[in-house]
């Protein structure tokens, strides 16, 4: 009895040795294999860089006629790929899109189609970087396939916007899924000046969650053509709107906030909203800012105290005016701030 035991489990041991010996080896062979195939698709691209390049800077159209084998063809595709990615100068770029329109079409129709999801999301990357806006009809009806990741989605829509597709604002205004706030700024990111342009003119259309993108995206990208927009819009925003307004207004170096102090709210306004003040304000440079930032001083948050004594800073004679907050102020976590960034700036002096 104890020596079948022993057997079976002798056996159950052994297969268990050949069937990892069987993975191993597999596995062994299938990276020998990948590391043949790369090596001579590498040593393709190597010899067909130089046909490439005749072919992109100085228009020798001899390679649109050519045939290829199935190594050389991924070497030609890898090719343009990267000199998508480095490219300078339009015609260059149309080049590379005629070149992809000739010869990869067909098999990015069928890609799209394929059940690997690496697959799919390759050709759409690939898509993107030719600039293949033929593909847009088949880029539509795969957009409307329930069945796609949201990674597919996701990269869809960005080439429809970028690709300015007919109707591209409706589909960004109604997307069959929800967007993130960052991927609303990607998709912001590769709008051309006239659909920014669009997205602002018809800002009032859009529901907030595409509105706040907008605001950041104004701000980030330095867009100060946009400050008189953001004007108007500060007269009549409250809450999470107002913030973003003061806070692109703050990324474009806005020293005019000023002018617009009864439509702020202070000092009725939130924390967020005095944080985005104290921080305006110290791009005033006037003495008038002094008053309102030594105020903000003895503000509850944190934040906005520190911030509001880095301004008064940044103000022409701030730092004397921080001595007398620390000289003179009976409120503790003022004098406490005014010393700290004295102390900061080096200019802290004896009582």
């Known amino acids: 009895m104890i020596n079948s035991l022993v057997t079976i489990v002798l056996l159950i041991i052994l297969s268990f040795f050949i069937l990892l010996s069987i993975l191993f080896f597999y596995m062994l062979v299938t990276k020998i294999m990948q590391n043949s195939l790369r090596q001579k698709i590498d040593q393709h691209k190597e ?10 800077y100085r228009q020798n159209q001899a390679i649109l006629e050519q045939e290829w084998n199935g190594k050389q063809w991924k070497a030609m595709e890898e090719l343009f790929s990267d000199f998508a990615d480095v490219v300078q100068g339009d015609e260059v770029q149309e080049r590379i899109t005629l070149f992809a329109n000739t010869h990869f079409i067909e098999k990015y129709k069928r890609n799209l189609l394929h059940r690997r999801w690496s697959i799919r999301m390759n050709t759409l990357y690939a898509i993107e970087d030719f600039h293949l806006k033929s593909m847009v009809p088949y880029l539509l009806d795969t957009y409307e396939q329930r069945s796609l990741s949201q990674e597919e989605r996701r990269q869809l829509l960005k080439i429809l916007v970028r690709f300015q597709t007919n109707h591209w604002e409706d589909l960004l205004k109604e997307p069959k899924w929800l967007l993130s706030e960052f991927m609303y700024r990607s998709l912001l990111g590769v709008m051309t000046e006239r659909q920014f342009q669009t997205m602002v003119t018809r800002f009032d259309a859009f529901p907030e969650y595409i509105q706040f993108p907008v605001l950041d995206m104004i701000g980030i990208q330095g867009k100060r053509e946009f400050l008189p927009f953001l004007e108007d819009l500060l007269r009549n925003s409250s809450g999470e709107k107002k913030i973003r307004i003061l806070k692109a207004m703050n990324e474009l170096g806005y020293s005019k906030i000023l002018e617009w102090m009864e439509h702020v709210g202070f000092p009725e306004s939130t924390w967020e909203e005095r944080l985005m003040l104290s921080k305006l304000l110290g791009r005033t440079n006037h003495k008038e800012s002094l008053f309102i930032l030594t105020e903000l001083l003895s503000d509850k948050s944190y934040d ?7 301004s008064i800073l940044s103000i022409q004679g701030g730092a004397d005016h921080l001595h007398q907050v620390l000289e003179t102020s009976p409120d503790r976590f003022a004098r406490d701030m005014a010393e700290e960034w004295l102390q900061k700036g080096g200019q802290i002096r004896g009582l």
């Open 47 to 56: 010899e067909l860089r130089a046909k490439v390049f005749e072919y992109l």
């Open 304 to 310: 906005v105290r520190n911030n509001a004594a880095k």
